[in-house]
């Protein structure tokens, strides 16, 4: 192989790994699927909110808060969330049962690394 074949293949493989090393590693995946706005009223009310998964590179917190404004409102509530992956990420609702939320996963130095628009029934 000549030297300017390994170069590019070298330059391919550094971009390449590079990418990879970016994958953002903190998200949050909500299992409340959207349905039409038809329907929502028919949908039962639920006092608490489970969020599949939350993934937290070096852990942190879950604030979730009302979004019904598009823009980050009351807090209702908060749990803490280890580095990794946290399965079943529960919240106590209260009063807010239905409408727009939105949870955001802010690090331990308390810089907000990932967020999630959650609709509810």
Sequence with gaps: MTPLRTLILAACAAVTVAGTARADVNYIIDNTPPIPAVF????????????????????????????????????????SVHSGANADVRFDLGIYRSGRL????????????????????
Aim: zero cysteines.
């Design 40 to 79: 929502q009223t028919q949908q039962p009310f639920k006092s608490n909110l489970s969020i599949a998964m939350v993934r937290s590179q070096d852990g942190g917190t879950v604030e979730l808060r009302d979004y019904r404004l598009g823009e980050p409102g009351t807090l209702i509530g908060t749990q």
């Design 102 to 121: 939105i949870a955001i996963l802010y690090d331990p130095a308390g810089t907000e690394v990932a967020r999630r628009v959650i609709w509810r029934r």
